[in-house]
């Protein structure tokens, strides 16, 4: 029964749209990387900073989606312990993210490369689940969007342990304070979405409506 009702899940999730993504993510931060690494006037491995950024963030996104069934309805409506759920969910993703990721980057991994790809996906995922329980699913992928991007643009000199915490996604992978950064995050969105889970579309808030003032009135 367990087994059928994972089937379920991850079908009613999309959960091999977002396989297939991030592997093709994979294999172009390979081939970005890799290309980036090879060119004599690039710093080597240290010019993978936009792969390190960009790569988690895409398979980030691509999460949001699954952190909601297309069936809200139906799903609140079982008696599943969905706490348990929404956790497994969360982690498996981004165990299967990190490791897929970090294979991009296993020339030199200490320079921008597999550690800080895993570190970033932490930090992405968690910006993502915490998008989902504030703004749902459609949109869970705004606040990593608009942050990753906005670090990226500003891409600040400075090596202090306070510009390293918010400027996490493109520090180097040896730096503490970035790491510190990326597992918050993480912790205190996952948090937030396997307790509350994705917040209801707005169509889905209607139809509850609607029909607490349908039972109210005494209609069927």
Same mark, same amino acid.
């Given at each position: 029964?367990?087994?059928?009702?994972?089937?379920?899940?991850?079908?009613?999730? +999309? #959960?091999?749209?977002? /396989?297939?993504?991030?592997?093709?993510?994979?294999? %172009? @931060? $390979?081939? !970005? =990387?890799?290309? *980036? &690494?090879?060119?004599?006037?690039?710093?080597?491995?240290?010019?993978?900073?936009?792969?390190?950024?960009?790569?988690?963030?895409?398979?980030?996104?691509?999460?949001?989606?699954?952190?909601? +069934? #297309?069936?809200?309805? /139906?799903?609140?409506?079982?008696?599943?312990?969905? %706490? @348990? $759920?929404? !956790? =497994?969910?969360? *982690? &498996?993703?981004?165990?299967?993210?990190?490791?897929?990721?970090?294979?991009?980057?296993?020339?030199?991994?200490?320079?921008?490369?597999?550690?800080?790809?895993?570190?970033?996906?932490?930090?992405?995922?968690?910006?993502?689940?915490?998008?989902?329980?504030?703004?749902?699913?459609?949109?869970?992928?705004?606040?990593?969007?608009?942050?990753?991007?906005?670090?990226?643009?500003?891409?600040?000199?400075?090596?202090?342990?306070?510009?390293?915490?918010?400027?996490?996604?493109?520090?180097?992978?040896?730096?503490?304070?970035?790491?510190?950064?990326?597992?918050?995050?993480?912790?205190?969105?996952?948090?937030?979405?396997?307790?509350?889970?994705?917040?209801?579309?707005?169509?889905?808030?209607?139809?509850?409506?609607?029909?607490?003032?349908?039972?109210?009135?005494?209609?069927?």
């Amino acid at each position: 029964m367990t087994g059928r009702l994972l089937t379920l899940h991850l079908r009613s999730r +999309s #959960a091999s749209t977002f /396989l297939i993504g991030v592997g093709v993510i994979a294999l %172009l @931060a $390979w081939a !970005a =990387g890799t290309w *980036l &690494a090879s060119r004599p006037y690039f710093d080597g491995p240290a010019a993978r900073v936009p792969v390190v950024a960009l790569a988690p963030l895409l398979a980030a996104l691509l999460l949001g989606p699954t952190l909601a +069934s #297309a069936d809200e309805d /139906l799903e609140r409506s079982t008696p599943l312990p969905w %706490l @348990a $759920w929404r !956790a =497994g969910h969360l *982690l &498996a993703a981004v165990f299967v993210t990190a490791m897929t990721l970090s294979l991009a980057g296993l020339r030199a991994p200490d320079t921008y490369g597999a550690h800080a790809l895993v570190r970033n996906v932490f930090g992405c995922v968690g910006l993502v689940a915490g998008g989902a329980v504030l703004l749902g699913a459609r949109l869970a992928w705004l606040p990593a969007f608009a942050y990753v991007c906005a670090v990226y643009a500003a891409a600040p000199r400075q090596t202090g342990t306070v510009v390293a915490a918010w400027a996490w996604p493109i520090q180097p992978s040896t730096v503490t304070a970035s790491w510190l950064t990326a597992a918050t995050i993480f912790a205190v969105g996952a948090a937030g979405y396997v307790h509350s889970g994705s917040r209801p579309s707005a169509a889905f808030v209607r139809e509850v409506r609607r029909d607490l003032q349908q039972s109210r009135l005494g209609r069927p």
